[in-house]
Nanobody, 118 residues
């Protein structure tokens, strides 16, 4: 498994923006990995998909973040980003980075808290 670490969370007002970053202990853009992505878990709720990007380049977004969030990557520095714009109170959650191998092994970071509140 790869060790992942998220950063960039914090407190932001509604309508604001944040960019989350995820770095890995090994290169998550090698042919071993078929997808990287972001998930979130709000209090009392199950963890849910926010955005993923497959190795061939297909991106998937949760319906409620489409048009507001964007997943991207910096392959040279082994970083996965989640740009979050027009944040809403319902986006408040712990955000987790995920890397999945073709063998079906999932790796998770410890999470970073995002709080959207005035």
């Amino acid at each position: 498994q790869v060790q992942l670490a998220e950063s960039g969370g914090g407190l932001v007002q509604p309508g604001g923006s944040l960019r989350l970053s995820c770095t890995g202990s090994i290169n998550v853009f090698t042919s071993e990995f078929n997808a990287v992505g972001w998930y979130r878990q709000a209090p009392g709720k199950q963890r849910e998909l926010v955005a993923t990007r497959t190795r061939p380049g297909t991106t998937t977004y949760a319906d409620d973040v489409k048009g507001r969030f964007a997943i991207s990557r910096d392959t040279a520095n082994n970083i996965v980003y989640l740009q979050m714009n027009n944040l809403k109170p319902e986006d408040t959650a712990v955000y987790f980075c995920n890397a999945k191998t073709y063998a079906g092994i999932n790796s998770w970071g410890p999470g970073t808290q995002v709080t959207v509140s005035s």
